[in-house]
């Protein structure tokens, strides 16, 4: 049932509005301009006293935001211009008096409706706010919990790898396969991880002044071999006297290796990969480039979204590889795109703030 509070001045309105409104509602009477701090749904006011209460009145509405509480006016017409000032802040409905029954049940039931909606948004809003929490800390449990036993898999694949000179060909083909499988379940718990890290805001972000030749460098050093395998060239494009960039060297290797590991899908046998960095004003602008099919107009508003996938690339990864690059990006003050036209490779870039320009 509604709650309807009543703080009218004229003593004789008061009177026939509770015995009308309390066959429906719960009606409350304001004695005095405090008595606004209780529970409602609708406050009932007439002229006078919110040309004397408007402030509290206002203050309330204002506390009580984003729900909606209404306020409904009645008023003598020729008090309407007495009280113009205040209605723009303070009133959502005006009803001139005297009131008839079904103007007033009609004007009520809008506010009341209003009112009602406003509450179960809100409500909606706190139990899909809750649902996230709760997802995010089983994502972050679990994650966390697969990586030791996933870990003791890959290590002992690795040593049966390593001294099985005397492992049958079907024998290793499986343990590869095995390794395989366990190395990909492991990026993929650790993508899980970050991603419930970087929402919650819990990941560790250690910026320090690096000069941008030392992180491409970096990069290249730890995919040389991927690159080697795969016939793909490995290219660094890196403009001369580059100033330091203010960021986290382990994350920019992980920014870097997830953007790499992207190109590596796409770029074909015999290719090449361009990892560059180029001033931008008062930011380094780092790019990752290939020469692959590149990405269609569609795609590509949606490159960034956990778990989606450029069509032809399902099941090559998590999904969450280029969603965790560009929050690491804005983890560090920066801000991430992509450029590409189909049949002529992407490229993904992303711009660092220089050390001198990020503050204190």
Known sequence: MSCILLLLDQKRNQELLQEELSRDHEVRIAAEDADL??????????????????EQIQGRKTREQPLFLPVLLTTSRPDVKMITR?????????????????????????????????LKLQERAGAAEKAAQTRDEIMAMVSHDLRNPLNLVLSNASLLLEAGSSLEPRQRERIEGIHRAVARMTRLTQDLLDVSRLESGHLDIRRRPVSPEFLIQSARAQHDQVTEAKSIRLLCEIEDGLPEVCADPDRMDQLFGNLIGNALKFAPQHGEIRIGAAAAGSSVRFSVADNGPGIEAEDQARIFERFWQARGSEGEGSGLGLAI?????????????????AGEGAEFWFEIPVAQAQGP
């Open 37 to 54: 701090e209780q529970r409602f749904d609708l406050l009932v006011v007439d002229g006078p006293a919110l040309d004397r209460a408007w």
């Open 86 to 118: 205040h209605l723009w802040r303070s009133v959502d409905e005006l009803i001139i008096t005297p009131i008839e029954r079904p103007e007033l049940s009609a004007r009520m039931q809008i506010l009341l409706r209003a009112r009602s909606l406003s």
């Open 325 to 341: 690059a560009k929050t690491l990006v804005e983890a560090h003050g920066g801000r991430m795109g992509v450029g590409s036209a």
